[in-house]
C-alpha cells in the first residue's frame, strides 16, 4: 500500500515562511510526477506547482515565491513557501504519480492534506 504523508503546515503571519514535505511510502516501483496542490474555503482545488525530471512548473500566483524540490532518494517532494500573503491561505495537499510493481501502469496518490494559514 502507498501513502503520502505530509508535514510542515502551520500558521504564519504574511511575509512569512513556511516549508512543507510530503514523503511517499510503500511498494513503488518509480514516481513520475509530483506536485503540490491547494483548496481555499469555498474553492476548487487548484495546481500550485509540480516537478518531473527536473522540469518545474507553478501557477501564476505563486512564481517567484514558491519553490518545488524532490529527493528521489527519499521520494520526497518539498515546497519552500517565502513572502506568504493571507490568500494562500488553503489546506495543501500532495500529489504523486506513482507506478507500483509488477505493474506498467502510473497511478495518482494524494495526501490527507495539510493546513497553512497566513494571517493578515
Known amino acids: 500500500q502507498v501513502r503520502l504523508v505530509e508535514s510542515g503546515g502551520g500558521l504564519v503571519q504574511a511575509g512569512g515562511s513556511l516549508r512543507l514535505s510530503c514523503a511517499a511510502s510503500g511498494s513503488i516501483a518509480s514516481i513520475n510526477v509530483m506536485g503540490w496542490y491547494r483548496q481555499a474555503p469555498g474553492k476548487q482545488r487548484e495546481l500550485v506547482a509540480t516537478?518531473?525530471?527536473?522540469?518545474?512548473n507553478y501557477a501564476d500566483s505563486v512564481k517567484g515565491r514558491f519553490t518545488i524540490s524532490r529527493d528521489n532518494a527519499k521520494n520526497t517532494v518539498y515546497l519552500q513557501m517565502n513572502s506568504l500573503k493571507p490568500e494562500d491561505t488553503a489546506v495543501y495537499y500532495c500529489?504523486?504519480?506513482?507506478?507500483?510493481?509488477?505493474?506498467?501502469?502510473?497511478?495518482?496518490?494524494w495526501g490527507q492534506g495539510t493546513q497553512v494559514t497566513v494571517s493578515s
Open positions: 516537478i518531473t525530471s527536473g522540469r518545474t
Open positions: 500529489n504523486a504519480g506513482i507506478r507500483i510493481p509488477p505493474g506498467i501502469t502510473t497511478r495518482d496518490y
